[in-house]
């Protein structure tokens, strides 16, 4: 029961700042209300047993990501500033859109009787992780692994030069 | 045989002259570029003195002038069997019309010199004339229909540029247009004579063409219309593109407007040169005339009789000093039509061919002449009306001594050269038409008449007071004058019976003094008439045209010619046929395409809200789109 | 465990978060707002996946390194998207993405 009770203030915390994070008008408020629905995540992701995955949903989303998106906020917005909201007819046929969407889902969601696997769970420990990253075959993820290294490097090479400051050409003339 | 390759050298000069002058001319001073186009041009007159005289006294095998094909490249090849060569055709008259051009337009490049000096586009003027020059010499020089008619077309461009010299002066573009697009109706009966000759023949070559036992020739048959065969029918077609050239009847109506150009142009181009393409035309083609299709040469005839008629009636009462000189050319041009018409073949048959082309000779010497005169008249008191001309001969002691030699010249009075060539001319059409020979003996008679009416009308006649004193012409433009006179001289003498014959061999010449002495009596008779009516001012020219008022009236107007065809290009063909070609142009086939243009607009005009750049408008739509297959996919199907 | 939460919970919650984050994107005009509507949308698919991975295949660990490489994909996209806002932002003085439609028409 207990894990039950868990299970329903973590969904709570997720539904609720998910809502705030895009009705908000403050950007910085935004974004700690997603920290919250990351942090929230992260405890799912306890209560299934995955601790390794829900320390990296910690430390990636909530240490990483969300403290980028702060500091580029502060570069790039006052503090005092109120988020300009789309009108009301744009909101009216965007909540429209999703409020279908979502009926959509869940009724596909309902329909569909998902059974349980009876199977023991498989082993996730940190030493499990790492054995299965870097092992190929069954059960073997060596090969998304370098790729997403690859990935990584190619995004962070351009975000460097994307955010690069563009050099200031002076021209010769002025400084005659 | 002489090697005569060089002449295609005599159109190619002028030709490398007005590119050179063209492209250059605003460069140079502009006598620099007026030295550079008559120095081209007496390169090209020494070539073709050197062409005549080694053509005609260099020795020749055989009896009389071969022709001969000096030069020919194939230009185009359309098909195997339809190629267009560009090269130079040497016999006697070609030979004869590259003397009397490029004499007559070296004499007026020396008298330009003078005359548009200071004018505006001096250079241009002169790069014209090297145009001009080049395409009348490549016309004479065609060795092939076809070529011959790319340079008549030049000829009527290079026309066209000259007569709108002038381009500020809005009668001398309406003259322009007038020019091009008369003659070039007329070239549209030419292009269809061409086109229906040569489908018959197979042939452009102008040899395969005249060779007695071509296809033109040999077998003149083929369908028949209105009783008149193929052949004919072509030969008629191309006779209009000469009539329309030569200002014949009823296609002349743009040479006297064409005397809006400056004089030296009027000299050279619509008097002695490009006027007598018509003429030369046919006397190119003249022995399938004879041979294959009489009947096209008896419209030949009377096209030229009626032409000189009426000119000459025309000319009587004009007051434009140039524009009597123009229908003075077209009744001489009327002349020579009328030659060809009574000649035939061989022999002194071919009397008329060879008075034709004596007459032409000699015609170009003497008009220039006049023209040149009168250029040298109107740079004098800058006036082309002769009612405020008169007493010149004190000022302007050459111009009247050589425009007298013109006017006895003209007139036909013996020794002088107009004289031999028109009594020849009598001869022929008296053997053979005695309508049409009446017909030039009054033309002879008014002729005379109307040439020393305007011969007084300048040079005696009342004492006018003039703004300042009349000058006479500087000497680059006498020069040509003395030039000139010298050749209306003494051209008679030339033995054309020799020289110039339709089959190329000589033939016995003799003066028939039954038809010489009443044609002079006649010249006289009207010199004499002249002289009483004009010589002091009297009241006698107003008594006769009060007398005859009607004829003077529709004689002063042109016999109203320019009003009928007013009449019919406005009143019938806009009216009828263009307007509702232009209606169906203009919302048919405009409309068909603007449609299409509108709704194309009218399309993107709408559907460019769709491409808003609003990102969130794009991921709306789909997300939207993606709901919605979901929806299709996976409950309805 | 999770006891006697059924899977169905999990999705639900999901799809709720998968569609705010829709709407955020859709409605929000910054654009470090709607990248934030981004990671929404993506954390829903990681919670499904390991979801679906723990109920229906708890043997093995697909959807759980599946997740861990969204992860990275999700750091990764943002790092280069805040470049990018960057960059805009010094060249439009505005991240609003109404305002940059340089090419729009």
């Known amino acids: 029961m207990n894990s039950d009770l868990m299970f329903f203030i ?86 429209l859109a999703i409020v279908a969407g979502a009926t959509l ?45 690859i990935l990584l490097l190619a995004a962070m090479i351009g975000a460097i030069i994307v955010a690069r400051k563009e050099k200031i050409k002076v021209d010769e003339k002025d400084l005659k | ?115 548009m000096k200071g004018e505006k586009g001096f250079h241009r003027f002169f790069a014209f004339l090297s145009l001009f020059s080049f395409s009348m010499l490549g016309l004479v020089l065609a060795t092939n229909i076809f070529q011959m008619y790319i340079f008549w077309e030049l000829v009527g461009v290079s026309s066209f540029l000259l007569i709108g010299f002038y381009y500020e002066k809005p009668s001398a573009v309406a003259a322009s247009k007038k020019a091009f697009i008369v003659t070039r109706f007329a070239d549209l009966g030419f292009l269809i004579g061409i086109l229906m000759l040569s489908f018959n023949t197979q042939t452009f070559d102008f040899q395969t063409l005249v060779s007695q036992t071509g296809p033109a020739i040999s077998q003149p048959g083929g369908a028949a219309f209105m009783g008149l065969s193929v052949l004919t029918w072509s030969l008629i077609f191309i006779f209009m593109g000469g009539a329309g050239k030569s200002a014949m009847f009823p296609l002349h109506i743009w040479l006297p407007d064409a005397m809006e150009g400056p004089t030296p142009v009027s000299a050279l181009i619509h008097a002695a040169t490009m006027v007598v393409a018509g003429v030369y035309l046919v006397a190119r083609l003249f022995p399938v005339y004879a041979l294959g299709a009489p009947d096209a040469l008896t419209v030949v005839a009377w096209v030229g009789g009626i032409s000189s008629l009426f000119a000459a009636v025309i000319a009587c009462t004009q007051t434009d000093i140039k524009r009597v000189l123009a229908y003075s050319t077209m009744s001489q041009i009327g002349y020579m039509m009328l030659a060809l018409g009574v000649s035939g073949y061989g022999g002194h048959d071919g009397l008329g061919f060879m008075a034709a082309n004596f007459h032409l000779f000699t015609h170009a010497m003497f ?13 004098a008191v800058h006036n082309n009306d002769m009612s405020g001309m008169g007493g010149l001969r004190k000022y302007l002691p050459w111009t009247h001594a050589t425009f007298l030699i013109a006017c006895i010249t003209i007139a036909g009075i013996p020794p ?94 003799h003066t028939e003094w039954a038809i010489a002495i009443p044609s002079v009596l006649i010249a006289l008779v009207g010199i004499t008439v002249a002289t009483i009516m004009y010589r002091k001012v009297t009241a006698i020219p107003d008594k006769i045209a009060g007398s005859v008022s009607h004829l003077y009236k529709w004689s002063y107007h ?10 019919v290009t406005k009143k019938i063909i806009f009216r009828f046929i263009s307007r509702p070609i232009a209606w169906f142009d203009r919302h048919v086939v405009d409309g068909t395409m603007n449609g299409i243009a509108g709704v194309t607009q009218f399309a993107s005009f709408n559907i460019r809200n769709l491409q808003s750049g609003k990102v969130q408008q794009y991921a709306y739509v789909f997300i939207t789109g993606a709901l919605v297959l979901v929806f299709i996919f996976v409950f309805l199907w | 465990m999770t006891g ?87 060249n439009f003085k505005s991240i609003d993405v109404d305002k940059v439609d340089e090419m729009k028409y």
């Open chain 1, 10 to 95: 973590l969904a709570g915390v997720i539904l609720v700042f998910s809502v705030l994070t895009v009705t908000t008008r403050r950007i910085l408020r935004a974004a700690v209300y997603l920290l919250f629905v990351l942090i929230s995540t992260a405890g799912l992701y306890f209560m299934l047993n995955y601790n390794f995955l829900a320390a990296v949903q910690l430390t990636v989303y909530a240490g990483g990501i969300v403290v980028l998106i702060i500091f580029s906020i502060l570069l790039t917005s006052h503090i005092s500033e109120r988020a300009v909201v789309a009108n009301w007819k744009q909101s009216l046929l965007s909540a």
């Open chain 3, 4 to 90: 006697t939460i059924p899977l169905q919970f999990f999705l639900v919650i999901s799809t709720l978060m998968f569609f705010i984050g829709v709407f955020g994107f859709l409605t929000r005009r910054n654009l470090i707002t709607m990248l934030m509507s981004i990671e929404l949308i993506l954390n829903s698919v990681n919670i499904n996946f390991v979801a679906f991975n723990k109920y229906l295949f708890p043997q093995h660990l697909s959807g759980h390194f599946f997740s861990l490489i969204i992860i990275a994909v999700a750091a990764a996209e943002a790092a280069v998207a805040i470049a990018i806002i960057i960059n805009i932002y010094r």
């Open chain 2, 367 to 379: 008009k220039a002449l006049l023209f040149l005169g009168a250029g040298a008249v109107i740079h």
């Open chain 2, 416 to 509: 002088l050269s107009g004289f031999f060539s028109k009594d020849e001319i009598l001869v022929a059409a008296f053997h053979h038409n005695p309508v049409l020979f009446y017909i030039e003996y009054a033309v002879a008679g008014l002729t005379a008449f109307y040439m020393f009416r305007l011969y007084y009308s300048i040079f005696w006649g009342k004492e006018t007071h003039y703004h300042h004193t009349p000058h006479e012409a500087p000497l680059v433009m006498i020069i040509p004058l003395l030039i000139l006179a010298f050749g209306s001289i003494f051209a008679g003498f030339l033995p054309f019976e020799e020289l110039v014959t339709s089959d190329g061999l000589p033939f016995e010449l």
């Open chain 2, 1 to 115: 045989m002489t090697d005569y390759s060089y002449t295609i050298l005599i159109p190619l000069v002028p030709l490398a002259v007005f590119l050179f002058i063209g492209l250059t001319g605003h460069k140079m001073k502009p006598i620099v570029s007026g030295l550079i186009g008559t120095a081209g041009l007496a390169f090209g007159a020494i070539l073709a003195y050197i062409t005549a005289i080694s053509y005609f006294w260099g020795g020749h095998e055989g009896a009389g002038y071969a022709s001969i094909k000096a030069f020919e490249i194939p230009w185009l090849h359309v098909t195997k069997n339809l190629t267009i060569s560009l090269g130079s055709l040497i016999d006697p008259i070609s030979v004869m019309m590259l003397v009397v051009i490029t004499t007559v337009s070296l004499m007026v490049h020396i008298y330009s010199l003078g005359y």
């Open chain 2, 558 to 567: 042109k016999f109203y010619m320019d009003e009928v065809y007013l009449f």
């Open chain 1, 105 to 149: 889902t869940l009724i596909s969601v309902f329909r569909f009787s998902f059974t349980a696997s009876p199977e023991p769970a498989a082993p996730s420990g940190v030493k499990d992780i790492g054995a299965a990253l870097i092992s190929y075959g069954e059960n073997g993820y060596a090969l998304p692994f370098e790729v997403v290294s």
